[in-house]
């Protein structure tokens, strides 16, 4: 069954560095996310991608988070300068033509955890 | 914006029997609502949804209920089984025409042999 990875699957920074978290969707998948969960808290949206857009972006995804396809294949959350309440496990996920008859639903990923220091 | 809330932290239940978890939204505007499940290291997996054409959806053991006028949906698992124990969202889009997902807390499930 086909699946969205995510790499790596753990990353360290200090704070101030820039990191680059991967991901490859669902092969005919056409829109992307990602979404974040801090610890012990809820799951929750950044930003979405179609088109090579950003289709929607939340409050969170500010000046330091950028995304990008870069390929084919890939697509990438970018975060500029790290802060230590960047620390948070980030999945990205994807989903099918919203033109189907179930639009919403998204396909995570494993995960990244990005811890910062 | 599309709250949606999980007041159940947890539940445990035996095998075999049913799981009810359950969830409260607070806009009544938008009506498409997704339960996923969630193991340690590992991204939300997608169970089932249900769109306010319908009050029920079936799939399996797996069965969502949505009450409209109470604002209100349950996932209801039967029968439980050890391997169902994981942690379930309840996730809607948060707003009219938005595909950005607002998940609950989630209830973490354990199924006990």
């Known amino acids: 069954e086909p699946e969205v990875t995510q790499t790596p699957s753990h990353q360290v920074t200090q704070m101030g560095q820039e990191v680059i978290l991967r991901c490859v969707p669902i092969?005919?998948?056409?829109?992307f996310y990602w979404y974040r969960q801090i610890l012990g808290q809820k799951v929750e949206f950044l930003v979405s991608?179609?088109?090579?857009?950003?289709?929607?972006k939340s409050e969170i995804f500010d000046d330091q988070f950028s995304v990008e396809r870069p390929d084919g294949s890939n697509f990438t959350l970018k975060i500029r300068s790290t802060k230590l309440e960047d620390s948070a496990m980030y999945f990205c996920?994807?989903?099918?033509?919203?033109?189907?008859?179930?639009?919403?639903?998204?396909?995570f990923g494993p995960g990244t955890r990005l811890t910062v220091t | 914006d599309q709250q949606v809330k999980q007041n159940s932290p947890s539940l445990s239940v035996q095998e075999g029997r049913i799981s009810i978890l359950n969830c409260d939204y607070t806009n009544s505007m938008f009506d498409y609502f997704l339960w996923y499940k969630k193991y340690p290291a590992e991204g939300p997996t997608f169970l089932i949804s249900?769109?306010?054409?319908?009050d029920k959806n079936e799939d399996g053991r797996f069965t969502v209920f949505l009450n409209k006028s109470a604002k209100h949906l349950s996932l209801h698992i039967v029968p439980s089984q050890p391997g169902d124990s994981a942690v379930y969202f309840c996730?809607?889009?948060?707003?009219?025409?938005?595909?950005?997902?607002?998940f609950g807390k989630g209830t973490k499930l354990s199924v006990i042999p």
């Open positions: 249900i769109s306010s054409i319908k």
């Open positions: 996920a994807s989903s099918r033509d919203r033109g189907l008859a179930r639009p919403y639903e998204q396909y």
């Open positions: 092969s005919n998948h056409l829109y």
């Open positions: 991608f179609y088109n090579n857009e950003i289709s929607e």
């Open positions: 996730a809607a889009p948060a707003a009219a025409g938005s595909y950005q997902l607002t």
